[in-house]
């Protein structure tokens, strides 16, 4: 029972290009949700998946999309990478919202553009 | 909306010593609160949660938190600290039905021997 994994751990971008960070959850959860963790200002919510086919934004969304690929997979994209996108990203999932919502967080991926 | 507040953003503690790090939210309602522990260079990790029900909430680790509803505070506590406790702490608030978690900002803390 690997939990979430979450593939690179590691990347370095050029300004401009584009990438997606994959992240897979092995515990049937509903619920899944991308982070962005950035020094001094805590984990802030770009994009979540409260079931397999819906996605909603976060807190800041800009410059991200998503795809709920089936309830085990939920992919972050970055279409043309900008220095302010450099930060440590987080996927996590939870069984649902409300008080079932303890949410399991992956290792995290830092990137970091050029 | 649903706010959380940590106070101080750095913590030291002797070995042995209490641990308390604050929080406090805003809320019209008593949300759901958790506390996650982030080792270095690791994800984070539940250490207790608050639902609904007892306020003295006990978690993994001895750690331990009370919900005050008079204060809006859910301050975390240990009541001796361990070299391995030391780690960035968050609070986090989820309002009822809602998925969206909102994080402090950390409190990270250092053990002194």
């Known amino acids: 029972n690997a939990g979430v994994t979450q593939t690179p751990k590691f990347q370095v971008l050029k300004t401009g290009q584009s990438m997606t960070l994959q992240c897979a959850q092995d515990?049937?959860?509903?619920?899944m949700y991308w982070y962005r963790q950035d020094p001094g200002m805590g984990l802030r919510l770009i994009y979540y998946?409260?079931?397999?086919?819906?996605?909603d934004k976060g807190e800041v969304p800009n410059g991200y999309n998503v795809s709920r690929l089936n309830k085990r997979e939920f992919s972050l994209r970055l279409e043309s990478a900008a220095p302010s996108q450099t930060s440590v990203y987080f996927c996590?999932?939870?069984?649902?919202?409300?008080?079932?919502?303890?949410?399991?967080f992956g290792p995290g991926t830092r990137l970091t553009v050029l | 909306a649903q706010s959380v507040t940590q106070l101080g953003s750095h913590v030291s503690v002797s070995e042995g010593a209490l641990v308390l790090l604050r929080c406090n939210y805003s809320s019209s309602v008593p949300p759901y609160l958790f506390w996650y522990v982030q080792y270095p260079n690791q994800g984070l990790q539940l250490l207790l949660k608050?639902?609904?029900?007892?306020?003295l909430v006990k978690g993994i680790n001895g750690f331990e938190a009370e919900f005050k509803k008079s204060e809006t505070s859910f301050h975390l506590t240990k009541p001796s600290a361990h070299m391995s406790d030391a780690a960035e702490y968050f609070c986090a608030g989820l309002g009822a039905g809602s998925y969206q978690l909102t994080f402090g900002k950390g409190t990270k803390l250092s053990v002194i021997p």
């Open positions: 996590a999932s939870s069984e649902m919202g409300g008080v079932y919502n303890e949410q399991f």
């Open positions: 515990m049937n959860h509903n619920s």
């Open positions: 608050y639902t609904t029900g007892a306020t």
């Open positions: 998946s409260a079931s397999e086919g819906t996605t």
